[in-house]
C-alpha cells in the first residue's frame, strides 16, 4: 500500500496501480500525505483562527452581559431614588396641606369663638334689659311708668346683631380642590404606559400567557365544547343549546369567558379550516351581519387559517404570509397569538 489513487481516493499496492487502477491519477503515499498534511495544517491553522476570533466573540458578550446588569443596576437605584424623592416630596406636601387646615381650622374657630362671645354679651344685656321692659311693665303707678319710659323705650325697636351665615361646607373648598388636582394630575402620569421591550423568544411570550376558557353560553349550537371548555369541535348534528343572550345564532362562533387586558399571549392547536378572532364583548350576537361575524366591523379581528391565511378586520382583507409545510398533518398545526 505505497500507492495513493486520488482518482478513486485510496491506498493500493503496486500491482493494483497496473490492474483495477491503470491509467488513473496515482501518486506515492508519502507525496499525498505531504499534500493533505498541508491542507490539515491550513485547516488547523483557520480553526485556530475562528476559535480565537469566537473566544473575542465571547468576551465582548461577556462584557455586554456586565454592561446591561450594571446598566440595570444603575437603573433601578435611580429609579428607586426618583420615587424615594417623589414620595418623600408627596409626604412632605401631605404635612404641609394638613398644617395648612390646622391653622385655617384654628383661625376660623377662633373667629367663631369670638362671634360665640359676642352674641353671648348681646344675649346678656338683651336679657337685662327685657328684665327691664317687664318691670317697668308690671309698673303700676302711671307717673312713674311714662318717666321711665323714654329711657326705656329705644331697645324696643333695635333690629340687633345680624344672624351669622354659616356653611361649614365651604370652609376648606380651596385646599381640598387644589389636592383633588393634584392626585388627578398624579393618576394621569401613574397610568401612562411605560416602555416594555417587545418579546421575541417563545420563552419571552409565555410570560404573558394566559390560559382561554371558552364560555358555553357564548357558543354555537355546532360548536361542541370539551376538555374543560379548552377545545371546540364542529358537529352540525349537535343537538340545539339552551337560548341565552350571549349566544350566537348565525354563525359558528364562540367567545372566551374571561376578559383580556394588557398584553396577553396563547397557542392554538387546530385541525381544518378555523378563524381565530379577538372581539370586544359588547359584539353583536345576531341580526346584521356586519354586526355579528369576527373581522367585518371595528369591534372584531379575526385571522382565518385554511390552505393559507388571510387577516380581516372591518370588512377589508389582507393575505397573511406563513409556513406552508404541507408534510406536517394539520392536526399538529400550533398557532401563536399576543396582544398588547
Given amino acids: 500500500m505505497k ?9 493500493i499496492c503496486m500491482l493494483c496501480s497496473m490492474d483495477e487502477h491503470k491509467g488513473h ?3 506515492s503515499v508519502a507525496a499525498e500525505r505531504t499534500e493533505k498534511q498541508k491542507e490539515l495544517s491550513a485547516s488547523r491553522q483557520n480553526i485556530q483562527q475562528r476559535i480565537q476570533e469566537r473566544e473575542e466573540d465571547v468576551k465582548e458578550l461577556q462584557q455586554e452581559v456586565e454592561a446591561i446588569n450594571r446598566s440595570a443596576d ?26 395648612l387646615i390646622r391653622s385655617q381650622q384654628e383661625t376660623e374657630l377662633n373667629q367663631v369663638k369670638d362671634l360665640q362671645e359676642e352674641l353671648q354679651q348681646e344675649i346678656k344685656e338683651l336679657k337685662k334689659k327685657d328684665a327691664e321692659l317687664e318691670k ?10 311714662l318717666q321711665k319710659y323714654p329711657s326705656l323705650s329705644g331697645v324696643c325697636g333695635s333690629a340687633g346683631s345680624p344672624r351669622t351665615n354659616i356653611n361649614h361646607l365651604w370652609y376648606f373648598k380651596d385646599v381640598m380642590a387644589a389636592v383633588t388636582a393634584a392626585r388627578d394630575k398624579l393618576q394621569i402620569i401613574l397610568s401612562e404606559k411605560w416602555p416594555q421591550a417587545e418579546p421575541k423568544t417563545r420563552a419571552e411570550f409565555l410570560q404573558y400567557s394566559h390560559q382561554i376558557t371558552l364560555d358555553p353560553n357564548t357558543a354555537h349550537s355546532f360548536l361542541v ?4 371548555n379548552r377545545k371546540i369541535t364542529f358537529n352540525d348534528k349537535n343537538k340545539p343549546y339552551s337560548q341565552h343572550a350571549d349566544r350566537f345564532t348565525c354563525i359558528s362562533q364562540v367567545l372566551s369567558k374571561d376578559g383580556l387586558t394588557g398584553r396577553c399571549y396563547w397557542e392554538v392547536e ?9 372581539a370586544y364583548k359588547t359584539f353583536g350576537r345576531s341580526g346584521d351581519f356586519n354586526a355579528h361575524v369576527f373581522g367585518y366591523n371595528e369591534r372584531s379581528w379575526t385571522l382565518r387559517c385554511y390552505t393559507g391565511y388571510m387577516f380581516r378586520h372591518n370588512k ?20 401563536s397569538v399576543f396582544l398588547q
Fill in 3 to 11: 500507492i495513493f489513487c486520488r482518482t478513486d481516493q485510496q491506498c
Fill in 316 to 335: 377589508i382583507s389582507a393575505a397573511i404570509s406563513g409556513p406552508q409545510n404541507r408534510s406536517v398533518p394539520r392536526s399538529q398545526c400550533r398557532y
Fill in 74 to 99: 444603575k437603573a433601578v437605584e435611580d429609579s428607586e431614588k426618583i420615587f424615594t424623592e417623589l414620595i418623600h416630596d408627596i409626604q412632605k406636601r401631605s404635612s404641609d396641606v394638613k398644617q
Fill in 225 to 228: 365544547l370539551s376538555d374543560g
Fill in 25 to 27: 491519477d496515482t501518486i
Fill in 270 to 278: 387546530r385541525s381544518g379550516d378555523v378563524k381565530i378572532a379577538v
Fill in 136 to 145: 317697668l311693665l308690671r309698673t303700676e303707678d302711671h307717673t312713674q311708668f
